[in-house]
């Protein structure tokens, strides 16, 4: 079987592309039957064994649907208090920063 990388269709034309469209419905199938055999097991493994790429497939398949907003359920004191310890930190990296050009000199 050939797939065609451009509309040069080469000698089985449609044929090749036909073996290749069934190729791919039998996949889509046999992942399907995969899935609904094996799926709730291997779901619970991933979150159980690998959360950060359980967490990332979550968010792959249904990013529309997941509001990611860890800001939202804050108080605001808790912001405020999220915005100082950032400009601290901020300030300490440029009193560093001058202090390491200070001494270069």
Known sequence: MRIAGNNTWGRGGAREFDAAAQLGVEFIR???????THGKDVIASLRIDEPR???????????????????????????RAIVQAARDALAEQQKAAAAHDTEEK
């Open 53 to 79: 790429s359980y967490l990332k497939l979550i968010m792959v398949l249904a990013p529309d649907q997941i509001e990611v907003d860890p800001f939202k359920q804050m108080e605001d004191d808790e912001l």
């Open 30 to 36: 046999t992942l399907q039957q995969d899935f609904t």
